[in-house]
């Protein structure tokens, strides 16, 4: 049974559950939901660009409850589409890593045909990351939130 795999403890590095000072270095709360919070990327390469974690510390869909990961998978898609209303990219990318951070969470890349990455996977370099200012950053959450109903 899926439940009985559940592994659920919380690694003391895991900036998604301490909320440190990683975690501010790299993204904006957006929204909260039930089961899992989006932020958005500090990295606007990818204008629009955000990352959906699961709120509780879990490192695998397959280890959630039913109930939770289609929650999750509710929320990925609520926020994608928030996204894609506010961005209007020509096409959003879905990501879900975890070999560099366990928790789990999914990148929502809004990408546009004129990107320097069109037609290839999105840059996750933290040494190229494209900043704004603090009042951009609150613009561009303002223009999820109004699709986020």
């Not at 403890?9 to 900036?15: A, E, G, S, V």
């Not at 695998?60 to 589409?81: G, H, N, T, W």
């Not at 560099?100 to 996750?124: E, I, M």
Request: charged letters at 20%.
């Amino acid at each position: 049974m899926i439940a009985s795999l559940t592994v659920n403890i919380m690694p003391k590095d895991c900036f998604y559950c301490t909320k440190d000072a990683k975690l501010d270095a790299l993204m904006i709360e957006v929204s909260r939901f039930p089961v899992s919070t989006l932020y958005l990327s500090k990295d606007q390469t990818n204008p629009g660009r955000c990352i959906i974690a699961l709120n509780d510390h879990q490192t695998e869909l397959f280890y959630l409850e039913p109930s939770i990961r289609q929650q999750f998978m509710e929320d990925v898609s609520k926020c994608a589409y928030a996204i894609q209303q506010a961005f209007s990219p020509d096409k959003m990318n879905y990501a879900i890593y975890g070999d560099l951070v366990s928790h789990l969470h999914a990148h929502l890349v809004p990408k546009y045909k004129t990107g320097n990455d069109w037609g290839r996977a999105f840059d996750n370099n933290t040494d190229n990351m494209k900043m704004i200012n603090t009042a951009a950053y609150l613009s561009l959450i303002e223009r999820i939130k109004v699709y986020l109903k």
